[in-house]
């Protein structure tokens, strides 16, 4: 008998590529820095459930694009949901796969749309402090300074939707943070345990692939 579980698992299964230092993702923004070091320092392949899980986001997305591509929408207009991004400042190259953000024209002004699946909405009361950051990226790089954070529950396709306004300290302040990865990682120095640290962040640590290192590692940065 066939267990269709496993072929997905085969299916969406990647190939594990080492990351490069100096070029980050502009998705690791928000991520406990800690997690971000390991990641280059000492990667591992992606749990096939967390995988699949990416995958459904990646639905979500391109669900999204087709209800704004509808021509029962008229009022939005699609104006790219493939959007390339990339650019180098200093040492550090920011770039990747764009694919949680759509380019679209309301009422004749831009906005960049950033797409993300969540399984429980009702605990969506404001946007991720990563997402936003996230999207302070793309718009200071972009030059497009309307954005939206939309949420779509993935069981019921309910969604919540916040406008965030572009903020260039809250821009530099991202990028910053990209800074001083890049300066950890490039003088091989362990951040401090940030997600463990920051009340804000603690949620990560449930699903992190690097709990036992971090835990040995103990909370403050190695010097």
């Known amino acids: 008998m066939l267990d269709f579980n496993e072929m997905i ?3 969406l299964r990647q190939e594990l590529r080492p990351k490069e230092i ?7 923004a928000g991520s406990c820095m800690r997690k971000s070091w390991y990641s280059y320092k000492s990667p591992k392949e992606v749990d096939k459930e967390l995988i699949k ?12 694009v ?11 207009e699609l104006l790219g949901a493939e959007v390339p991004f990339r650019f180098t400042e200093g040492e550090i190259t920011i770039s990747g796969r764009i694919d949680d ?12 749309v950033e797409v993300k699946s969540t399984s429980a909405l009702k605990y969506t009361k404001e946007p991720s402090e990563g997402h936003v950051m996230q999207l302070q990226i793309y718009m200071r790089q972009m030059g497009v300074h309307n954005g939206i954070i939309l949420y779509v529950e993935k069981n019921t396709l309910q ?5 965030i306004e572009y903020d260039a300290q809250k821009a530099e302040h991202a990028l910053s943070r990209f800074r001083d990865l890049h300066s950890h990682l490039a003088e091989n120095r362990l951040p401090g345990a940030e997600a463990k640290l920051v009340g804000a962040m603690a949620w990560q640590c449930k699903s992190c692939q690097y709990a036992g ?5 103990g909370l403050e940065e190695a010097q």
């Not at 100096?22 to 690791?28: A, D, I, M, V």
């Not at 290192?213 to 590692?217: Q, S, V, Y």
């Open 159 to 163: 969604s919540k939707w916040f406008e």
């Open 101 to 112: 953000i759509i380019l679209v024209k309301i009422a004749g002004k831009q906005y960049i």
């Open 53 to 64: 899980v990416f995958e459904a986001g990646n639905m979500i997305h391109d669900f999204v």
């Open 22 to 28: 100096g070029r980050y993702y502009p998705s690791e």
């Open 9 to 11: 698992g085969n299916f």
């Open 66 to 76: 087709d209800v704004i591509k509808s021509e029962r929408n008229a009022e939005v």
């Open 213 to 217: 290192e971090c835990a040995a590692a």
